[in-house]
């Protein structure tokens, strides 16, 4: 049979095309298993490689040198019979393609540096890790472009990007970012890894419940002041019905006096008792009668909670009209606090003056914790009634709770 080196120039070129060809599915095969860290199938990999590489070595040796001046490998392989080399590079194609098959289909089956790398990248979130002294050791694409937004450069050193980002949330190109980091441990070296996430939708609404939050604020301040108006109100009209009444009874006394006879003393004193209360009712009828009824709602809140009250004076003459209501007001709130907060069973109302402030004290001993106390629920609403009086509260938590009414004297 015919040796290989008596074949015609082209018929071992196309043997050296072949070999050549199996020698870059070689390198390749054995590239793309490293980068997959599969050090297994680059080793198999070679196998094909070097005996293609070596064929093809032997082909080139011919052509340059012929077979009576070529090297003693390439003159045994040369005087093979022809038959002999398309058999053992079909045998290596045999070899080298199920190989080649198998990697890349490893490549998009497995989990793979590679496959992790596109995920990352395909994630709407930014993600990136890196080590103390600052390399990164990876980023995906949102990230990269969220360094390039705010820094001006792209992702090198993840210590100072850090330190850029170290805000929390930021906006970049219009939409709200929240920048994440923590620390891990990775084959016991320390990582930093951080996440930013697209929370503009989040960010919005919490905006939006903000302002509702706000404007529910104002809503019941507005109500408030509506009820106290409204109190206010149903108060001048009991007064003017009062007045109304006593007048009647005024006119009514009067035919009586003049119709009267002189001489029937009974009558003429049963008369003058009764000028005697109306005239005692219409010095009162502004100050004591609201007063009165004031007290007695209190009253029947504190026996309603079990609680006693304990007046040490009489609600100063000096408090205006609405700072009369404002100080009923407080006291309910007191009884409310006393009963509710510190399981109180009596509480007591004291007054205090100096040349500025009228002082109302509300002091209940129940259980009460020492401390700062939060201006919350009904003792923001009563702090924000006071202001607009000009006058303040201030509360105390110690051995007892005391609640404090000032009034400023000069209005």
Not at 376 to 392: D, K, R, S, T
Request: charged share 20%; with cysteine; glycine share 6%.
């Amino acid at each position: 049979m015919t040796a290989l080196a008596l074949l015609p120039e082209l018929t071992r070129s196309f043997f050296s095309l072949w070999a050549l060809l199996l020698c870059v599915v070689g390198i390749f095969a054995a590239a793309l298993s490293v980068r997959q860290k599969q050090f297994g199938f680059a080793a198999l990999s070679l196998f094909p490689l070097c005996c293609a590489y070596l064929l093809w070595q032997v082909l080139f040796d011919l052509h340059l040198a012929g077979l009576a001046e070529c090297a003693a490998l390439s003159r045994l392989l040369g005087s093979l019979p022809w038959l002999c080399w398309p058999t053992a590079l079909a045998a290596l194609t045999a070899a080298a393609a199920p190989l080649l098959v198998r990697i890349i289909r490893n490549g998009k089956r497995s989990i793979t540096p590679a496959a992790v790398k596109l995920c990352l990248d395909q994630m709407p979130c930014g993600v990136c890790c890196w080590h103390d002294n600052g390399r990164v050791l990876f980023s995906n694409i949102c990230m990269n472009r969220l360094c390039v937004a705010l820094t001006g450069s792209p992702l090198l050193n993840g210590n100072s990007f850090y330190d850029r980002t170290s805000g929390g949330i930021l906006t970049v190109d219009g939409r709200v970012w929240r920048f994440a980091c923590r620390d891990m441990t990775f084959d016991g070296e320390r990582l930093h890894e951080m996440i930013a996430s697209d929370i503009t939708t989040e960010y919005a609404k919490t905006q939006a419940l903000e302002q509702d939050k706000a404007e529910l604020s104002r809503l019941k301040r507005r109500l408030q002041e509506y009820s106290l108006i409204m109190e206010d109100a149903v108060r001048r009209q009991e007064i003017l019905q009062a007045k109304v009444n006593i007048h009647d009874e005024m006119n009514r006394l009067m035919l009586s006096t003049m119709a009267a006879e002189k001489d029937d003393t009974q009558a003429l004193n049963r008369i003058f008792s009764l000028w005697e209360q109306n005239a005692l009712l219409l010095c009162m009828q502004a100050d004591d009668t609201q007063d009165q009824k004031a007290v007695t709602r209190v009253h029947e809140l504190a026996d309603a909670l079990g609680i006693g009250l304990i007046w040490s004076g009489d609600v100063p003459p000096a408090l205006t009209e609405k700072q009369r209501a404002l100080f009923f007001t407080a006291a309910q709130e007191a009884v409310i606090n006393a009963a509710k907060h510190a399981e109180a069973k009596t509480l007591e109302i004291a007054f205090t003056e100096d040349e500025t402030t009228l002082c109302c004290d509300f002091i209940n001993g129940g259980n009460v914790t020492a401390g700062d106390v939060n201006f919350v629920g009904g003792l923001a609403n009563l702090a924000l009634l006071a202001g607009e009086q000009g006058a303040f509260i201030r509360a105390k938590a110690d051995k007892a709770f005391t609640l404090s009414l000032h009034f400023p004297k000069n209005g």
